[in-house]
């Protein structure tokens, strides 16, 4: 049964193009398509574990791809928190994946929590 695809690509961008941008993550060079998101490019380079949850430090991969459950959070050009499944990947890019869980507060008041 044939079905119709709910992933679409980002405007300006067609299916099957072969164009592809340099991105470094965790200082490797990975080569993914502009077309589709960071994220769609993280998971199909096979980096799945993109951060570590702060309850219980398991790995998080990106899960809806459409900006609501903040899984994809990653450090983009030392932004860290980014929602890569909205960011389009760029040539140059710079990426972390966000090993440590994020604290919300300054350090000096986290020692006080
Ligand atoms: S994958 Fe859910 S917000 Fe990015």
Redo the contacts with the bound molecule.
């Keep these: 049964m044939a079905s119709k695809a709910l992933f679409k690509y980002l405007p300006g961008h067609q299916a099957g193009a072969s164009a592809s941008v340099s991105v470094l993550v965790n200082g490797a060079v990975v080569r993914m398509s502009p077309a589709a998101?960071l994220?769609a490019g993280l998971l199909a380079a096979g980096i799945t574990a993109v951060r570590v949850s702060p309850v219980g430090q398991g790995a998080r991969?990106?899960?809806?791809?459409?900006?609501?459950?903040?899984?994809?959070?990653v450090d983009i050009n030392g932004r860290p928190n980014q929602?890569?499944?909205?960011i389009t990947p760029q040539d140059g890019m710079e990426v972390t994946t966000m090993q440590a869980a994020p604290c919300a507060l300054p350090q000096q008041e986290a020692k006080h929590v």
């Excluded at 929602?83 to 909205?86: D, M, V």
Aim: proline content about 5%; charged content about 5%; aromatic content about 10%.
């Design positions: 998101s994220a991969a990106p899960y809806c791809m459409m900006g609501v459950c903040f899984e994809c959070l929602q890569a499944c909205l």
